[in-house]
């Protein structure tokens, strides 16, 4: 199992400690860019599908929120990615 399909694994099962920066590396993994916005607001833009998902990084801690967790697998399983 590669460390991508291990990250992708360890975000299906919702985890409490699923950091940032795992999130990002799945996500430039599907194609996507991170663009930086105002503050600590982010976007996933997808330049193919022109798809869009919208968070805030997560600090000083470094660990997503469940309600990010929920709205990246939602996006994804919309996408059809996973």
Do not use: C, N
């Not at 992708?8 to 663009?35: A, C």
């Amino acid at each position: 199992m590669s460390r991508f399909e291990k990250a992708l694994s360890r975000l299906k099962s919702k985890p409490k400690d699923f950091t940032w920066r795992e999130l990002v590396s799945i996500m430039i993994h599907f194609g996507y860019s991170e663009i930086k916005g105002v503050g600590s607001r982010r976007k996933f833009h997808h330049p193919q599908t022109k798809a869009v998902v919208s968070l805030q990084e997560p600090h000083p801690r470094p660990v997503l929120k469940a309600y990010a967790i929920e709205i990246i697998i939602e996006h994804l399983k919309e996408q059809e990615l996973i």
